[in-house]
């Protein structure tokens, strides 16, 4: 037996739903990623990129090539995301990295980009039926989770509030598709995102807290004037 009919086989059954290997192994991997990310730990971005490896194993077993296409983009987001943190652009005040809220051309960029980017591949998949049975959730999923990634790699609190939105249409798509590992992964994914948006939310609060003491006080700025 080969390593893709291993990942692929049977690991166990739970409520009438068969759990594939590489399902279970993927799905885990990548919840164990989203914790790191909460913790604001490097290990984050390898951990995404091994969960990715394993996922196009999963996805192509059920027959969903955009999913495939997800995790080939997770997959480079992940390195560019790991480089991003490595380069320490946004290093906080104790060594760690700074997250912060978007800021308003920030969101809409995020917004429009994945409301684009959701029409064009839902379109592709529309047109290549052999991509996705349900092109327009696996767009939405697609898209969603390289937007979350960015924001991710770029520090911004709105990365979480991106993995709410693609977790609520994740749940019913993964056991629709026979992932059920997937689906109760999602499951466990929405506890862990309300989490980790609490905690980079006051996170936020505190790297700010330098940059709002190094401006200078305008009143004082006047009278020196």
């Known amino acids: 037996m080969n390593v893709f009919a291993w990942l692929n086989s049977q690991a166990f059954t739970a409520f009438g739903q068969h759990v594939i290997w590489s399902d279970m192994l993927g799905n885990t991997i990548g919840l164990i990623a989203l914790a790191l990310g909460w913790r604001r730990s490097m290990v984050t971005w390898p951990a995404q990129l091994v969960s990715g490896l394993v996922l196009i194993s999963a996805f192509a077993w059920a027959g969903l090539a955009g999913g495939v296409g997800k995790q080939l983009l997770v997959i480079t987001v992940a390195v560019w995301g790991w480089l991003q943190w490595q380069r ?96 109760f992964v999602y499951v466990v994914y929405l506890g862990l995102v309300l989490w980790g948006m609490r905690a980079w939310w006051q996170r936020s609060r505190v790297d700010a807290a330098p940059a709002r003491a ?12």
């Open 88 to 183: 320490g652009r946004r290093k906080a005040q104790d060594g760690s990295i700074a997250v912060r809220f978007a800021t308003w051309r920030e969101r809409g960029a995020l917004v429009a980009g994945t409301l684009a980017g959701t029409a064009l591949v839902g379109t592709l998949f529309t047109l290549v039926p052999t991509l996705s049975w349900s092109p327009w959730a696996d767009a939405y999923i697609f898209v969603g989770t390289l937007a979350a990634m960015v924001a991710q790699a770029r520090g911004l609190v709105e990365f979480w509030f991106a993995w709410l939105l693609v977790d609520i249409v994740g749940v019913p798509l993964a056991f629709s598709s026979g992932l059920a590992f997937s689906g």
């Open 214 to 225: 190094a401006q200078p006080d305008p009143a004082l700025h006047g009278a020196a004037l």
